[in-house]
């Protein structure tokens, strides 16, 4: 596999629930000319704390820099990054 191969990834977001914080990742998206495939929001397990899940084509490096990008974001508590191939073998083993 190449560095540059397009792989589906979905990264999920763990925020405080705030007020244009979904623009503001989108914007970090567009910056770098990647476009969104889904988008799902809403409150995750923990009182206060909201997830944000997004799918992508992209490639492994360009996705761990749009992470890390998000990380910095303040009311971002972690962000994770799941490969198509990695979700499905989760859903395997459960």
């Known amino acids: 596999m190449t560095t540059d191969q397009q792989l589906l990834f979905t990264i999920i977001i763990y925020s405080e629930n705030s007020v244009g914080l ?5 914007n970090i998206f567009t910056r770098r000319c990647i476009n969104i495939e889904t988008v ?3 409150r995750s397990g923990v009182e ?3 997830k944000l899940a997004i799918t992508t084509w992209v490639d492994r490096a360009t996705i761990d820099r749009v992470a890390s990008q998000i990380e910095k974001i303040v009311e971002v508590i972690k962000v994770f990054i799941y490969s198509d191939a990695e979700i499905i073998a989760n859903k395997i083993n459960q």
């Open 40 to 42: 799902s929001a809403g």
């Open 22 to 26: 979904l623009n503001r990742v989108s």
């Open 48 to 50: 206060g704390v909201h």
